[in-house]
């Protein structure tokens, strides 16, 4: 499934505010964007992807959840080892930090683990904990250079800390965050993505290989080579069925746009939620885009093809309609 230049995979973790993810709530502008059968193709890539993207918010927070984990248990041992000693306040010390400690990424450079566990001899998460990692030009041989700081605090948790089975909610904190695109091994990044700000998340993987996750945002802004965009009070739903293969998912987003791919703002909305199976496309579902008096709607008529219709009054009257695919949808260019 191609993505756009709206914040890649990697990429999508901006979201800047009052504190991030637990800020009080911003009023969203109004449309502005008249959609037109013109532009009708250009607006619901743009929109359509913005809300794909935030979804991997989720996957990203999660990643970053569980490979600091896994850097953290190497501190474990060590902090064991200082608590069994005499004299040493044993289990009855309300928190315990993990010294930071500085590991070599894949390919170069380097990432700085820390953070502060309340239960590290069980050992859980519980709420008021936190890790972060410092990127410093750090690359795993993924396309992709990482500098700056990754912070999570632990709002809620439960299940298997070192496992699969369990439920999480946290908060994400970036801190100059930036990743250096490079594609096709050329030496030059092709695009930088600077980003500040936090987001809340909730993931549930109790009856993993089944998962759902949430993501909530009250404003979040990424600056990249040649766009910036602005979301706000956007939230976005994704669930998945590993036990099946393929493995049914549904999904649904929304949020207020405000890009300068587009020359005004829109609103979007799944009013039906999008499923499908696996890799592929929604089958079925429609996702709602709102531009100044006007509308379009992208209609899931299989996993292949899909249907705009466009409603130049926003009136409920269908004026025109479109038969696309989802690949000519999403590709680098629809105009």
Known sequence: MKHTNFVTITAFFLVSGCGGGGSSAVVSPEPTLPITSNNAMEVGKIAYEAALESQQLDDAGGGLLIGSTQGLVVNFDKNLEILSKPGSPGTNISQIPIPPETVPCAQAGMQTISGDIADIVTPTLTAGDWFQIVYSACDDGLGEIKDGTVRLDIDAFNGDFLGTLNSM??????TNFQVSIFENQSPTPTDVITSNGGATLSVDALNFPSVSTNVSGISLVVDANATSESLTNFMSAF???GNLIPSPYSTSASGTLDSTQLAGVIRYS????FTGLGGEYPSSGEFLVEGLDSTLRLIA???????IEIDLGADGTVDDTINTTWAALTSSSTM
Request: proline residues 5%; aromatic residues 4%; charged residues 10%.
């Open 301 to 307: 008529v299989n996993n292949v093809d899909v249907l």
């Open 270 to 273: 799944n009013p039906v939620t």
């Open 169 to 174: 909610t946290f908060t994400l904190t970036l």
């Open 239 to 241: 669930s998945v069925d």
